[in-house]
């Protein structure tokens, strides 16, 4: 199954090579598409060095920062334009550990339609965070699933990897959200399209160098929207469609059942 991994960046020269060096290791046959939205400390130039040293990487130049929603859903287009079997998101600041790529992925080979790189699933940790931190992101993740109904426990992890026939499925051009929601709201249009979700264990660990895009703003859109998500679907009636079954390490359904 033919892999994209999609790395959004901005002023990460820093890690981009620690990082796309470690991805190769990981996963030495993934394509990787480095979307760079206008880095002004030299990112997409190291970008396009290290594609010239390691080979099968493409880097995308964009003019100012555009969203990490926006840059997930450029690649997700070129991904299934250009015929990939498994869509990737991950950070590259090394907050996501380039070495569980082989299990992420591995979910989405056995069947799932998300495989997502958990924090709060036996065995996952956040090593570095403080107690109130770690309680606002739990609640956060609680609260998405109580509201809108399903049952994936870190829907805001931004590690993860996608079957790309189901992301086609999804009409990109709705999907506005970016940051956390953008993860919650991703996840959750898998489920409503009856995609089968599966967590895995990940060690998520703060960067160590270059500055965090975390924002207020981020964790508040991701809380309205998720509030409006629940609403709007409960007075619609809308539920999701039934369970889509896939042969293990093909793109094809085998059936839907309840």
């Known amino acids: 199954m033919r892999t994209l991994i999609i790395l959004p960046t901005y002023n990460e020269a820093d890690n981009l090579d620690t990082v796309l060096r470690s991805v190769r290791l990981a996963i030495p046959d993934a394509s990787v598409l480095v979307i760079d939205d206008g880095s002004p400390d030299g990112t997409a130039d190291l970008g396009d060095e290290l594609a010239d040293e390691l080979g099968n990487i493409k880097v995308i130049r964009r003019s100012g920062k555009q969203g990490l929603g926006s840059a997930y859903r450029l690649g997700f287009r070129l991904g299934i334009e250009q015929g990939y079997d498994i ?3 991950m950070d590259s600041d090394m907050s996501h550990d380039p070495a569980a790529l082989p299990v992420i992925v591995a979910g989405v080979k056995r069947g799932a339609a998300l495989s997502i790189g958990s ?8 090593p570095s965070w403080s107690w109130h931190r770690r309680k606002l992101s739990l ?5 998405a699933k109580k509201i809108l109904r399903f049952d994936a426990i870190d829907t805001t992890s ?58 207020s703003h981020i964790v508040v859109e991701a809380l309205g929207l998720v509030t409006w998500w629940g609403l709007r679907d409960r007075l619609a009636k809308r539920s999701p469609k039934p369970t889509i079954e896939f042969v ?11």
Request: aromatic share 10%; glycine share 10%; charged share 25%.
């Open 158 to 215: 931004g590690y993860r990897a996608y079957r790309s026939s189901v992301v086609d499925e999804i009409d990109l051009t709705r999907v506005r959200a970016d940051g956390y929601a953008f993860q919650i709201e991703m996840a959750y249009r898998v489920h409503m399209l009856g995609g089968t979700i599966t967590e895995v264990p990940i060690s998520f660990r703060d960067r160590q160098l270059g500055e965090s895009k975390m924002s």
């Open 119 to 126: 924090r709060y699933v036996p065995g996952g940790s956040i």
């Open 87 to 89: 869509l990737v998101e």
């Open 248 to 258: 293990p390490g093909s793109a094809e359904v085998v059936e839907r059942s309840a």
């Open 139 to 143: 609640w956060g993740n609680l609260y």
